[in-house]
């Protein structure tokens, strides 16, 4: 009986070696074979492209030019209706402001009093003479010491007349020389501020 021999061999790797040239060649040809193939499809997808882009950029345009035009006409629309209600208004304060111009209060004389000469027996209070030397009627409405406001509902004084304004001084009182401010204010505005010695 005969034994048989095992022979074993093993092969890790199997190496070709081609040259470089030969292997850029077939690679070159595999891809080439791979280009052709979808060249033809690709370029009729370019050429349907083509088309729509020109298409797409009219339409953005045109898109533009409606988003625009809509714009503008509310802005338009807004800005009408606002500038009238500005002109309105403005309208009312140039006209007063013009009558205020028209105005022109003069405080004539001013009295400053002690003990029993005051109304409603307060120690000290103010007499003070205001002439209308505007073209219309003015309507004092408000009258300052030294800052304070004594405010009471005062008739209109027409054209060159003169109205006598008394109020009694509350808490307040000035010795002899010293230097009282008074101011007086229209309804309208117009103020005349004057320096008086009690």
Known sequence: MSVPVHTSRVVLFQITWLPIQTRASVMTGER????TKFRLPKKRVNNGRRSRLGISTIMANLLMLIIVVTLSSLL??????SFS????GAGFWFSSRSNANQERPNVENVFFSSGGNCPGGYPYCVTLYVRNVGTIP???SSIYLNQTL??????PILVN???QFQFPLIGQSW????LQTITVATSRGTTVQTTWVS
């Open 32 to 35: 080439e074979k791979r280009l």
């Open 138 to 140: 003015i309507t004092i």
């Open 85 to 88: 209600g500005y002109q309105s």
């Open 150 to 155: 004594y405010s009471q509902s005062y008739p």
């Open 175 to 178: 010795l002899k020389g010293d």
């Open 161 to 163: 007349g003169v109205q």
């Open 76 to 81: 338009f629309t807004w800005s009408v209706s």
